[in-house]
């Protein structure tokens, strides 16, 4: 199937005072239709700064994007006017982040804020707008929307806020939305409630969903797609079951033992990774897990391994799947 959205070859440097920082260095993805896509990967992996380059809202300066194509809608989101920008990202791609308050605007009433993208965007009166405010509030379950709809941000519970981002993300009917850790700051009750509350909309709506997360439990309930994220790079992607029962990339091995999972007990124990990410100022020329991988191989500390094909469905950049790696590991486990 054409993708709805496809990101090829994503570069993006921040450049700070001290060099510049290499957080995107050649990203692809594709999101589908009706699908969603979640972006796993421990922070700094540069899960944020993809998305952020996708409506074109990196900080800048210092952030940079370098090199790549955004496909969207038959153009290259990365090369069209900031106006086309605008009417994209009101209406054609609806965005949530963790925080609702960096994001909401806290002079307006939440009311006004859904109204205002649908007079702009989709030449609604007034009267339609507020008709459709009401019906948005409601539809993501927020009691009272008559008296809601005249509130400000700060009248709203976190919860509440999260829910009325969704709302107005959503009520231009938006083919793709971003949410960049939608539920991480809300406690598990409604975090479930946020994530059933987006799957039914998208159920209805077949809006593609780019879901980036650090909760395996989060993308188990949400998914259909993974791609893990490290160093910059997506080392690994696939069907939902490819990654948390096929996995081949030792760091989403890593990642399934650190974080929670779906299954996962609270008294269970999480491993974390040792070590620390790379250094994205002076990003290492071979395979960005070599320093803690513990498969680690010398060609990996030297060249990035090529994308492999497991299935139709299924990436993976990793040595290991060289056709000569038993080999070479063999060798260099013998004593000369
Ligand atoms: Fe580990 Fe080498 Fe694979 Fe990187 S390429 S994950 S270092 S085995
Ligand atoms: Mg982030």
Same mark, same amino acid.
């Given at each position: 199937?054409?993708?709805?959205?496809?990101?090829?070859?994503?570069?993006?440097?921040?450049?700070?005072?001290?060099?510049?920082?290499?957080?995107?260095?050649?990203?692809?993805?594709?999101?589908?239709?009706?699908?969603?896509?979640?972006?796993?990967?421990? &922070?700094?992996?540069?899960?944020?700064?993809?998305?952020?380059?996708?409506?074109?809202?990196?900080?800048?300066?210092?952030?940079?994007?370098?090199?790549?194509?955004?496909?969207?809608?038959?153009?290259?989101?990365?090369?069209? &006017?900031?106006?086309?920008?605008?009417?994209?990202?009101?209406?054609?791609?609806?965005?949530?982040?963790?925080?609702?308050?960096? &994001?909401?605007?806290?002079?307006?009433?939440?009311?006004?804020?859904?109204?205002?993208?649908?007079?702009?965007?989709?030449?609604?009166?007034?009267?339609?707008?507020?008709?459709?405010?009401?019906?948005?509030?409601?539809?993501?379950?927020? #009691?009272?929307?008559?008296?809601?709809?005249?509130?400000?941000?700060?009248?709203? %519970?976190?919860?509440?806020?999260?829910?009325?981002?969704?709302?107005?993300?959503?009520?231009?009917?938006?083919?793709?939305?971003?949410?960049?850790? #939608?539920?991480?700051?809300?406690?598990? =009750?409604?975090?479930?409630?946020?994530?059933?509350?987006?799957?039914?909309?998208?159920?209805?709506?077949?809006?593609?969903?780019?879901?980036?997360?650090?909760?395996?439990?989060?993308?188990?309930?949400?998914?259909?797609?993974?791609?893990?994220?490290?160093?910059?790079?997506?080392?690994? %992607?696939?069907?939902?079951?490819?990654?948390?029962?096929?996995?081949?990339?030792?760091?989403?091995?890593?990642?399934?033992?650190?974080?929670?999972?779906?299954?996962?007990?609270?008294?269970?124990?999480?491993?974390?990774?040792?070590?620390?990410?790379?250094?994205?100022?002076?990003?290492?020329?071979?395979? #960005?897990?070599?320093?803690?991988?513990?498969?680690?191989?010398?060609?990996?500390?030297?060249?990035?391994?090529?994308? %492999? =094909?497991?299935?139709?469905?299924?990436?993976? %950049?990793?040595?290991?799947?060289?056709?000569?790696?038993?080999?070479?590991?063999?060798?260099?486990?013998?004593?000369?």
């Amino acid at each position: 199937m054409e993708p709805i959205l496809e990101i090829k070859n994503l570069h993006v440097t921040f450049h700070t005072h001290a060099g510049p920082v290499h957080a995107v260095r050649g990203v692809d993805l594709k999101l589908a239709k009706g699908e969603t896509l979640a972006v796993v990967g421990e &922070s700094g992996s540069g899960k944020s700064v993809t998305a952020q380059a996708i409506v074109r809202l990196i900080p800048s300066p210092p952030g940079r994007m370098e090199a790549g194509e955004i496909r969207f809608g038959g153009r290259d989101l990365a090369r069209v &006017s900031e106006k086309e920008m605008f009417q994209v990202r009101g209406s054609e791609i609806g965005m949530i982040f963790q925080d609702p308050m960096t &994001s909401l605007n806290p002079t307006m009433t939440v009311g006004k804020q859904i109204m205002e993208g649908l007079m702009w965007h989709q030449s609604f009166n007034r009267e339609q707008a507020r008709k459709r405010a009401l019906e948005m509030l409601r539809l993501v379950g927020i #009691p009272t929307p008559e008296k809601r709809v005249n509130q400000f941000p700060h009248e709203f %519970s976190g919860g509440m806020r999260q829910r009325g981002m969704i709302a107005i993300a959503l009520a231009c009917n938006p083919k793709v939305l971003i949410a960049d850790e #939608p539920t991480t700051a809300l406690d598990v =009750t409604i975090q479930a409630q946020i994530l059933d509350l987006m799957k039914g909309l998208q159920e209805k709506t077949e809006t593609a969903i780019l879901l980036i997360t650090h909760d395996l439990g989060v993308v188990a309930e949400a998914a259909q797609q993974v791609a893990v994220m490290y160093g910059g790079k997506v080392v690994e %992607s696939g069907r939902v079951n490819d990654i948390f029962h096929r996995s081949r990339h030792p760091y989403t091995w890593g990642l399934m033992r650190s974080m929670p999972r779906l299954d996962w007990k609270r008294d269970e124990e999480l491993t974390p990774i040792p070590g620390s990410p790379p250094d994205l100022f002076d990003p290492p020329a071979g395979c #960005p897990f070599a320093d803690r991988c513990p498969h680690a191989m010398v060609i990996c500390h030297e060249e990035m391994p090529e994308v %492999s =094909t497991v299935s139709d469905t299924h990436r993976v %950049s990793c040595w290991l799947e060289h056709p000569q790696a038993a080999e070479t590991k063999a060798r260099a486990a013998t004593p000369m």
